[in-house]
T-cell receptor
């Protein structure tokens, strides 16, 4: 199974600032997905970027993918307190989704 | 988006008893569902892949006789924690993909907080 590694492990920012988190992986993929998890809840799918895409936007989210470097980034612009959560990337090939430790984002009002 | 419902959301049980957790895909058929376990402030650990109509595939280190998985229909998978012990206390989460595949968006249940006393 493929597992992404998120960086940083924890991030604390002020409301209104942008938050950037990174993901690295080791093997070839078909796509890469980002998920959010609020404390004590299940995961919510945020965005899926295919291996032939380099950048994708969804609202305040911007995801990039560099398959040559086997890395992806998630940018949340104009962050809000409600964005406080853990964020996980899931490199996807032909195996079930597996998750790293995630990035714990705290947005301070 | 698609909805995956997990029940119960919380359960407390005594050591030695068994607990069943249900995972339902409410508006799509899922030939494959996945069960994860998560300890506090840790990542989700894949426990097993639940296949409709056949035996589940367990990840290394997961006891299949301890964690019984049944996927009797295209919309329901159950995880039964048998003879529960306090160390089984954890957060259990299921997921399903719309096409039953492993490369598409996954939808997660709300999770079940199991406490064994």
């Amino acid at each position: 199974s493929q597992q992404g590694e998120e960086d940083p492990q924890a991030l604390s920012i002020q409301e209104g600032e942008n938050a950037t988190m990174n993901c690295s992986y080791k093997t070839s993929i078909n796509n890469l997905q980002w998920y959010r998890q609020n404390s004590g809840r299940g995961l919510v799918h945020l965005i899926l970027i295919r291996s032939n895409e380099r950048e994708k936007h969804s609202g305040r989210l911007r995801v990039t993918l560099d398959t040559s470097k086997k890395s992806s980034s998630l940018l949340i612009t104009a962050s809000r307190a409600a964005d406080t959560a853990s964020y996980f990337c899931a490199p996807s090939g032909n195996t079930p989704l597996v998750f790293g430790k995630g990035t714990r984002l705290s947005v301070i009002a | 988006g698609a909805v995956v419902s997990q029940h119960p959301s919380r359960v407390i049980c005594k050591s030695g008893t068994s607990v069943k957790i249900e995972c339902r895909s409410l508006d799509f058929q899922a030939t494959t569902m996945f069960w994860y376990r998560q300890f506090p402030k840790q990542s989700l650990m894949l426990m097993a892949t639940s296949n409709e109509g056949s035996k589940a595939t367990y990840e290394q280190g997961v006891e299949k006789d301890k964690f019984l998985i049944n996927h009797a229909s295209l919309t329901l998978s159950t995880l039964t924690v048998t003879s529960a012990h306090p160390e089984d206390s954890s957060f259990y989460i299921c997921s399903a993909s719309r096409q039953g595949g492993m490369n598409t968006e996954a939808f997660f249940g709300q999770g079940t907080r199991l406490t064994v006393v």
